[in-house]
C-alpha cells in the first residue's frame, strides 16, 4: 500500500537554527513528491515538486531534496515566519489525487 | 496566479440539516478535489471530479455526495448533516504540471 510518512510530528528550533524535515515514501512508480506549506486556519499553499532522485529545488530558506525513498526540507536559518506545518504529499495510484502525510509542525522562537 | 475560493470560512449547521460547500477555480483546470482535514488524520479525500459532471469516490464518500455542472465549479454536499462531520473541509484543483492549488478552507460545526 502507497504510504507517505513524515517526521518529527513537531518540531521547535530557535530561529537561526538549521533543521530538516523528513518524508519517507512508498510508492510504485513516483510520479512527482509535493511539498506544501501550511498556516493555521489556512488552506496548503504549494511550495515545491521533485520527480526524480537527485532533484533539488529550493526557495528563499527552503530546499528540498529526494531521493529513491524519501525527500528531505532543509530549513536555512529559519525566521519566526516559517512557523507552520509543513506537509508532504505523493499521487494515489488513480493519477489524479494525492496522498498526504500528517506533517511536521514547525515553531520557530525568536 | 492560480485562485481556488470557497464559499464560506466558516460555517455552523444543525444535525441532520443538507449542507452545501462551494469551490470555484478560475483557471480552467479539469481536476478539482474535495479533502477533510482533521487533527491527527491529516487530508483525507472524499470525493475529485476528473471532467465535468465526472466524479470518483475518494476514501471516505459515505455521507457525501458531489457536483460539477461547470468547470469551474465543484460542490460538496452532506446530505444529511452529523456531528462526526465537523471538519476542516479543503478544495483544490489541479494544473497540467499535476499540481494541486488549495482553497482557503470552509471550517464546519454540526451541532
Known amino acids: 500500500e502507497d504510504q507517505v510518512t513524515q517526521s518529527p510530528e513537531a518540531l521547535r528550533l530557535q530561529e537561526g537554527e538549521s533543521s530538516s524535515l523528513n518524508c519517507s515514501y512508498t510508492v510504485s512508480g513516483l510520479r512527482g513528491l509535493f511539498w506544501y506549506r501550511q498556516d493555521p486556519g489556512k488552506g496548503p499553499e504549494f511550495l515545491f515538486t521533485l520527480y526524480s532522485a537527485g532533484e533539488e529545488k529550493e526557495k528563499e530558506r527552503l530546499k528540498a531534496t529526494l531521493t529513491k525513498k524519501e525527500s528531505f526540507l532543509h530549513i536555512t536559518a529559519p525566521k519566526p515566519e516559517d512557523s507552520a506545518t509543513y506537509l508532504c504529499?505523493?499521487?494515489?495510484?488513480?493519477?489524479?489525487?494525492?496522498?498526504f502525510g500528517k506533517g511536521t509542525s514547525l515553531l520557530v522562537t525568536p | 496566479d492560480v485562485k481556488v475560493t470557497q464559499s464560506s470560512r466558516y460555517l455552523v449547521k444543525r444535525t441532520g440539516e443538507k449542507v452545501f460547500l462551494e469551490c470555484v477555480q478560475d483557471?480552467?483546470?479539469?481536476?478539482m478535489f474535495w479533502y477533510r482535514q482533521d487533527p491527527g488524520l491529516g487530508l483525507r479525500l472524499i470525493y475529485f471530479s476528473y471532467d465535468v459532471k465526472m466524479k470518483e469516490k475518494g476514501d471516505i464518500p459515505e455521507g457525501y455526495s458531489v457536483s460539477r455542472e461547470k468547470k469551474e465549479r465543484f460542490s460538496l454536499i452532506l446530505e444529511s448533516a452529523s456531528t462526526n462531520q465537523t471538519s476542516m473541509y479543503l478544495c483544490a484543483s489541479r494544473d497540467r504540471e499535476e499540481t494541486q492549488y488549495f482553497g482557503p478552507g470552509t471550517r464546519l460545526l454540526v451541532l
Open positions: 504529499a505523493v499521487h494515489r495510484p488513480d493519477g489524479y489525487a494525492l496522498n
Open positions: 483557471m480552467d483546470h479539469e481536476n
